[in-house]
């Protein structure tokens, strides 16, 4: 079983609906969570960031996280088609020697203008 | 402006060649990391350096190697041994732990393909 999963997609919404992604995690000990997009052909780009429990919101994006349920969220509210791209959730421990993240396979969102 | 640059944008590599692949990062980062990207699996580590002169091998190491002379500078080499290269590579760099935001922040990408 990998540490984290998540729903390949694709994902196909049209234009200004609200978008949840998602992914699980098996490791309690997983204390930060990011949220990165990529577009096609390029680098990811960080998008959130939070650490421990709870929601951050960023304009038409929130992050929440249930670590009682091993679950983080991304909600796009208001999607556009620039929007359009793969979601890779990652996470990390707290401590270590290291700033390793643990990363997703990516959900692939296309938002229909 | 700071950030991370990878050259070059496109590589071609023939049979039995080895190909290096440039990553530098000017945000004064200590760690340093390579992952490939294949379609439906994610980000794959392959290497990754927490300070100069000195790295670890990730969960593919098998057929690459690199080096860390400078903090700024982590170039990947992808020897003959590797025998299926083609992927899309990204370079990453971050804080060390207990220094700044504990996240990674990447680069944007090399495409290898193979002629």
Redesign the interface.
Same mark, same amino acid.
């Given at each position: 079983q990998k540490e984290v999963e998540q729903d390949?997609g694709p994902l196909s919404v049209p234009e200004g609906a609200i978008v949840s992604l998602n992914c699980t995690y098996s490791n309690s000990a997983f204390q930060?969570f990011?949220w990165?997009r990529q577009y096609s052909?390029?680098?990811?780009? &960080?998008l959130m960031?939070t650490y421990s429990s709870g929601n951050k919101e960023d304009g038409r994006f929130t992050a929440q996280v249930d670590k009682s349920s091993k679950y983080i969220s991304l909600f796009i509210r208001d999607s556009q088609p620039s929007d359009s791209a793969t979601y &890779?959730c990652?996470m990390?421990k707290e401590?270590?020697?290291?700033?390793?993240?643990i990363?997703?396979?990516?959900t692939l969102l296309a938002v229909q203008p | 402006d700071g950030g991370i640059t990878q050259s070059p944008k496109y590589l071609f590599r023939k049979e039995g060649q080895n190909v290096t692949l440039s990553c530098e990062q000017n945000l004064n980062h200590d760690a340093m990391y390579w992952y490939r990207q294949d379609p439906g699996q994610g980000l794959r580590l392959i290497y990754y350096s927490q300070i100069v002169n000195d790295f670890q091998k990730g969960d593919i190491a098998e057929g690459y190697s690199v080096s860390r002379e400078k903090k700024e500078s982590f170039p990947l080499t992808v020897t003959s041994a590797q025998k299926n290269p083609t992927a899309f590579y990204l370079c990453a760099s971050s804080f060390r732990p207990g220094r700044g935001v504990k996240t990674q922040y990447f680069g944007p990408g090399t495409r290898l393909l193979v002629l």
């Open positions: 390949p930060y990011m990165y052909r390029k680098g990811p780009e &960080l960031y &890779l990652a990390r401590g270590g020697a290291t700033n390793k993240l990363f997703g396979t990516g | -």
